[in-house]
């Protein structure tokens, strides 16, 4: 320290102040690399990272830790990201490009040379879900099923992303198209038989069908892709129409019980035929055309399931689409103009009863079987009407219509159309000139007047007559009843008469019997009889003559008085 002093005292003054000068420099310098080297210095937490570029390359330091590093190496300080359990994560190394899935759950770290595309969810598939996932890279396919939980590759998407799986029953199926060829594929219950449908790599759900029923009194046309159609119909005439060959596979979708209805799936390249039928109203009423849409296909599925035929060139009418044909009696209303054969205009109304019987000749012949029944009726009854004076009509319309009706059934126009009609009717008929419907208005008049007068006159001789009956009755009760008064006049008197005589012999019998043992000889006891009763006689003449009621009768021979008793004549007493 001396030394150091001597060597100071030994300096000028320029000497001292570059030595202080050096002195200080020195310890700035020395402060400057202490603080470089305390910031150097480095904590890094559980999810810390740092990267570390150097000339050689990229490295990179994780936590936890704590240490010193080079400040002259550039640094990036990174936090790592945290990937739950129903995460993953998409990474890229820049130096190759190649991409690769980190699944959670994890702290993830990058690499020195990785890159953080993205984070994404994991798959999760239910029992009765599916993915379709696609390779970007080399373009191939893979499905995964249910239940399980799904990583993608990183270079997979899942473009419809999750599905559900199809339920195959008695009710439903469903259309797939094979990828690689282009072809439609029906899978039913009948082929699958897992009841999920899940589709296979290369294969989509085109659609879901559904069963079609046809009831018992309805037809359905199918059209297939080369053209022939077949009749699915509620009864037992179901079969090609206007083709002997059927499909084999149409054993597996189509179910039918005799007189019960049947029930098929739609094949793929197959279409229902749609045809387009006229439709008459009632008169009166506005026609409104309509579908008859079937219950079992969806609004939007129409024109991938129909096909409509060609329609007739013809003004019957506005028309209505038929899918379902119905097969019971239907019935179209007419309302014609005619002529009788004494010229006079008619406006004919009234209802056609027909029914479609064979559905092959039908659809072979017509396409429109409502506007052909019309037509040919019209011109039937054009014809037979036009025979008969407008007399004759009005006299025999009814049997004129049952000669058009005739004349209808033994016509081939019908059968060769698979058509039946049932009945003709008649509903009104008017003339169509005011002239002649104001005289068949008088006519009228006039014939119900005289019916009425007929009617009134009857009225009255019915009423005559049954007064006449009812007065007849009544004496005919009166006669009966005289009869069996004096009926019942006479059994009373039998009556009184068998009392009287009853007591009378009861009397006598007492009197001849008490005398037995007085008088043994029964004459006398019958001559003591009738002296008795000779007594009484005069006995009750007696009083009578003294009470007053006797009558005094003088004979014309000799004067002689009689007294004539009005119990008994022949014992009267001479007086």
């Known amino acids: 320290m001396g030394d150091i002093e001597d060597g100071f005292a030994g300096m000028s003054d320029g000497q001292k102040k570059a030595a202080a000068g050096c002195g200080g420099l020195l310890i700035l310098l020395l402060f400057i690399f202490f603080c470089i080297m305390m910031s150097a210095f480095h904590h890094l937490g559980p999810d810390d990272q740092v990267l570390i570029k150097t000339s050689r390359g990229h490295r990179v330091v994780n936590g936890p830790m704590s240490g010193q590093f080079n400040p002259f190496q550039e640094k990036t300080w990174r936090k790592a990201t945290m990937i739950d359990p129903l995460q993953y994560a998409i990474m890229q190394d820049r130096m190759t490009a190649e991409l690769r899935s980190e699944e959670g759950p994890q702290l993830l770290f990058l690499k020195a040379y990785d890159e953080l595309k993205e984070v994404l969810p994991k798959l999760v598939l239910e029992k009765d879900e599916f993915v379709r996932l696609i390779d970007s890279y080399d373009g191939t396919e893979r499905v995964e099923k249910g239940p399980r939980t799904i990583v993608p590759k990183p270079t997979e998407k899942a473009s419809k992303g999750i599905e559900k799986a199809v339920f195959l029953n008695m009710d439903s199926s469903v259309v797939i198209r094979n990828k690689t060829n282009g072809m439609l594929t029906l899978v039913t ?142 019935k179209s209303f007419y309302k014609y103009e005619v002529r009788t054969a004494d010229n006079v205009k008619l406006e004919l109304e009234g209802t056609i009863f027909w029914r479609v019987e064979n559905i092959q000749d039908m659809i072979k012949m017509t396409s429109d079987p409502a506007g052909d029944v019309w037509a040919h009726a019209r011109s039937t009854l054009i014809g037979v009407i036009s025979d008969n004076t407008l007399a004759d009509f009005m006299v025999n319309f009814n049997t004129l219509m049952g000669v058009a009706f005739n004349r209808s059934t033994t016509d081939d126009f019908y059968t060769r159309r698979g058509i039946v009609l049932t009945n003709l009717e008649l509903t009104k008929y008017a003339p169509v000139d005011e002239h002649t419907k104001t005289v068949l208005q008088n006519i009228i008049r006039q014939t119900v007047n005289r019916i009425n007068d007929l009617q009134k006159q009857r009225s009255r001789n019915d009423v005559a007559l049954e007064k006449l009956t009812m007065d007849i009755a009544l004496e005919e009760n009166r006669t009966r009843l005289i009869e069996t008064e004096a009926t019942n006049s006479r059994l009373l008197a039998e009556q009184k008469g068998t009392t009287a005589g009853t007591k009378e012999a009861t009397s006598i019998a007492f009197f001849i019997e008490g005398l037995n043992e007085t008088v043994p000889n029964a004459t006398d006891r019958m001559g003591l009889f009738k002296q008795e009763k000779i007594l009484e006689s005069t006995n009750k003449d007696t009083q009578q003559l003294s009470s007053g009621e006797a009558s005094l009768y003088v004979a014309p021979k000799d004067m002689e008085l009689r007294l004539q008793m009005p119990h008994e004549a022949s014992h009267a007493p001479e007086l």
């Open 189 to 330: 219950s009948c082929n699958y038989q897992s009841g999920v449908y899940t589709p296979a790599p290369m294969e989509d759900i085109v659609e879901i069908r559904r069963l079609i029923h046809v009831l018992p009194h309805e037809a359905l046309i199918v059209r297939d892709v080369n053209g022939r159609m077949k009749v699915y119909g509620g009864n037992s005439d179901a079969g090609d129409a206007g083709n002997s060959s059927s499909d084999s596979d149409q054993d597996c979708f189509a179910t039918q019980t005799q007189g019960a209805g049947t029930a098929f799936f739609l094949p793929p390249y197959s279409k229902i035929v749609r045809m387009s039928w006229s439709s008459y109203t009632s008169p009166g009423t506005a026609a409104i055309p309509s579908t008859r849409r079937l219950q079992t296909i969806p609004v939007a599925d129409e024109k991938s399931l129909y096909v409509d035929q060609m329609q007739a060139t013809t003004h019957s009418g506005p028309k209505i689409k038929v899918a379902a044909i119905d097969l019971r009696t239907q």
